[in-house]
T-cell receptor, first 113, second 113 residues
Framework: DAGVIQSPRHEVTEMGQEVTLRCKPISGHNSLFWYRQTMMRGLELLIYFNNNVPIDDSGMPEDRFSAKMPNASFSTLKIQPSEPRDSAVYFC???????????FGPGTRLTVL | DQQVKQNSPSLSVQEGRISILNCDYTNSMFDYFLWYKKYPAEGPTFLISISSIKDKNEDGRFTVFLNKSAKHLSLHIVPSQPGDSAVYFCAASDASGTYKYIFGTGTRLKVLA
């Protein structure tokens, strides 16, 4: 069991550039979550999908952030344009269904210079 | 507006002693609570949970207590071991709503050998 896979593990980019984070959930899981971890706010839920459909995107900070889940085995979180305040660790998690135990990936550490 | 608060950013405990991590919440609709543990460079992993119909749940060295009237929960680790050194996140969800988890900012536990 490979667990939740995220790529890249580290991303350093310059302000204004587009950033795309990728996630492969655990096979058979129907719910997928994107979180952002910062010192000030801890783990914040950005968006979650159920059966590939976005259910709650109220945590997406701005229009610069967008997320897609084109199929059950892949999701992307895109930031365009990126800003230094977007620097954080971004986690993807999946579960069998909403409310079930969530399994987290290792995270992507994003640094925007 | 933090609905789930962990007011102690860090805690140091001697090996063999009890570690007590605290968490407060403000939303009375929350009915399911969890603790996740996070090691550096890894994603959070599920540790223990409790439903609002209970006031205590125990799993080995880990016990979670829930005080609904005070909107407070705590995680007890007895005895503490150096391998318990990690960041602990408290989370809450509303099973009758969107099922999403609301996480606290985390408490960094250091168990001293």
């Amino acid at each position: 069991d490979a667990g939740v896979i995220q790529s890249p593990r580290h991303e350093v980019t310059e302000m204004g550039q587009e950033v795309t984070l990728r996630c492969k959930p655990i096979s058979g899981h129907n719910s997928l979550f994107w979180y952002r971890q910062t010192m000030m706010r801890g783990l914040e839920l950005l968006i979650y999908f159920n059966n590939n459909v976005p259910i709650d995107d109220s945590g997406m900070p701005e229009d610069r952030f967008s997320a897609k889940m084109p199929n059950a085995s892949f999701s992307t979180l895109k930031i365009q344009p990126s800003e230094p305040r977007d620097s954080a660790v971004y986690f993807c998690a999946s579960s069998f269904y909403p409310g079930d135990e969530q399994f987290f990936g290792p995270g992507t550490r994003l640094t925007v210079l | 507006d933090q609905q789930v608060k962990q007011n102690s950013p860090s805690l140091s405990v001697q090996e063999g002693r009890i570690s007590i991590l605290n968490c407060d919440y403000t939303n009375s609709m929350f009915d399911y609570f969890l603790w996740y543990k996070k090691y550096p460079a890894e994603g959070p992993t599920f540790l223990i949970s409790i439903s609002s119909i209970k006031d205590k749940n125990e799993d080995g060295r880990f016990t979670v207590f829930l005080n609904k009237s005070a909107k407070h929960l705590s995680l007890h680790i007895v005895p503490s071991q150096p391998g318990d050194s990690a960041v602990y996140f408290c989370a809450a969800s509303d099973a009758s709503g969107t099922y999403k988890y609301i996480f606290g900012t985390g408490t960094r536990l250091k168990v001293l050998a």
